[in-house]
């Protein structure tokens, strides 16, 4: 089995021994009532009967009960009974409630029901060898329940340690910030990002019988040892942004005033007088502070 991960490179995963099918069974209240009944009449036979003959009939009746109580396995909802006989897959049993299988099989219960992992919290280093911190939480259920036991020796943790590398090869894949390029990023890409992490468990956990509803991430953030000095970054990003924002529309409020003077006849203006009320516009505008008015009581220059 061949995985294509996202930075390009196929990890190859060895095809699954065997595949979930149905075992054979039946309903197990039938065997119930003849193996008791069985025990029952062994019991009864002996304690009638003293021949060697009714002996041997005895426990013959007691040996078979016995077998056939000894085949009832109970399937709660959620769960399902892995079936091998002498060391071969035989079959799983789904069917809920009490059931009557071959009883020299080995039963092992697994579970069916939707799971929840966690990963710690990871320090990673994205695409830009920045160090992250980084977690993800992923939903998974067991689809195939063959594979789950005869696949890997533990599908829990091989869940877990899967999980933990998808999360590794995701934040070596992709940068923190793109800060204005084209790349996809994981902080803002959050729904692209999530779509391929939850691509790469599923590819990784498969061989597994494990089937990923969901994934997600839970923590993204920086290191803290550089965690100021991006966060001084990124402020200096957002400053420089707000002011080229407030010097767009101050020169657009200068150029709509002088037009407006220009066609309203208010003043004739020439080239240095455009060019100091400019000035002083751009000053008024985009300034931090509150400008503070200057009185020329003299003539204009």
């Given at each position: 089995?061949?995985?294509?991960?996202?930075?390009?490179?196929?990890?190859?995963?060895?095809?699954?021994?065997?595949?979930?099918?149905?075992?054979?069974?039946?309903?197990?209240?039938?065997?119930?009532?003849?193996?008791?009944?069985?025990?029952?009449?062994?019991?009864?036979?002996?304690?009638?009967?003293?021949?060697?003959?009714?002996?041997?009939?005895?426990?013959?009746?007691?040996?078979?009960?016995?077998?056939?109580?000894?085949?009832?396995?109970?399937?709660?909802?959620?769960?399902?009974?892995?079936?091998?006989?002498?060391?071969?897959?035989?079959?799983?049993?789904?069917?809920?409630?009490l059931r009557f299988v071959n009883p020299f099989t080995k039963r092992r219960?697994?579970?069916?029901?939707?799971?929840?992992?966690?990963?710690?919290?990871?320090?990673?280093?994205?695409?830009?060898?920045?160090?992250?911190?980084?977690?993800?939480?992923?939903?998974?259920?067991?689809?195939?329940?063959?594979?789950?036991?005869?696949?890997?020796?533990?599908?829990?943790?091989?869940?877990?340690?899967?999980?933990?590398?998808?999360?590794?090869?995701?934040?070596?894949?992709?940068?923190?910030?793109?800060?204005?390029?084209?790349?996809?990023?994981?902080?803002?890409?959050?729904?692209?990002?999530?779509?391929?992490?939850?691509?790469?468990?599923?590819d990784r956990v498969v061989a597994a019988g494990v089937h990923v509803i969901?994934?997600?991430?839970?923590?993204?953030?920086?290191?803290?040892?550089?965690?100021?000095?991006?966060?001084?970054?990124?402020?200096?990003?957002?400053?420089?942004?707000?002011?080229?924002?407030?010097?767009?529309?101050?020169?657009?409020?200068?150029?709509?005033?002088?037009?407006?003077?220009?066609?309203?006849?208010?003043?004739?203006?020439?080239?240095?007088?455009?060019?100091?009320?400019?000035?002083?516009?751009?000053?008024?505008?985009?300034?931090?502070?509150?400008?503070?008015?200057?009185?020329?009581?003299?003539?204009?220059?």
């Amino acid at each position: 089995m061949t995985v294509q991960t996202p930075g390009g490179v196929r990890a190859r995963m060895p095809e699954p021994p065997v595949s979930e099918h149905e075992a054979r069974g039946t309903s197990g209240w039938t065997a119930l009532v003849i193996g008791l009944a069985l025990i029952g009449g062994g019991i009864a036979l002996a304690a009638a009967e003293k021949t060697t003959a009714a002996k041997w009939t005895a426990a013959g009746l007691l040996v078979i009960g016995v077998l056939a109580l000894s085949g009832l396995t109970a399937v709660s909802p959620g769960q399902a009974r892995v079936l091998s006989l002498f060391g071969r897959y035989t079959g799983s049993v789904r069917s809920t409630g009490l059931r009557f299988v071959n009883p020299f099989t080995k039963r092992r219960r697994v579970s069916t029901r939707i799971r929840n992992h966690e990963t710690a919290i990871l320090k990673v280093n994205d695409a830009d060898g920045n160090p992250i911190d980084m977690a993800a939480v992923v939903v998974w259920q067991v689809a195939d329940t063959a594979q789950a036991v005869y696949a890997v020796d533990d599908f829990v943790k091989f869940v877990a340690i899967q999980t933990e590398t998808a999360v590794r090869h995701i934040a070596g894949n992709y940068p923190y910030d793109a800060r204005h390029d084209e790349r996809l990023s994981l902080r803002q890409n959050a729904e692209e990002i999530t779509s391929k992490l939850s691509e790469e468990i599923s590819d990784r956990v498969v061989a597994a019988g494990v089937h990923v509803i969901e994934s997600r991430i839970t923590r993204l953030s920086y290191a803290p040892e550089i965690a100021q000095s991006m966060l001084r970054r990124q402020q200096a990003d957002a400053v420089v942004a707000a002011r080229q924002r407030l010097v767009e529309g101050a020169v657009g409020m200068v150029r709509m005033a002088l037009d407006s003077i220009q066609d309203q006849g208010i003043v004739d203006l020439d080239e240095e007088r455009k060019a100091a009320m400019v000035s002083n516009l751009l000053v008024v505008l985009c300034s931090d502070h509150a400008t503070q008015p200057v009185v020329n009581t003299g003539s204009l220059y």
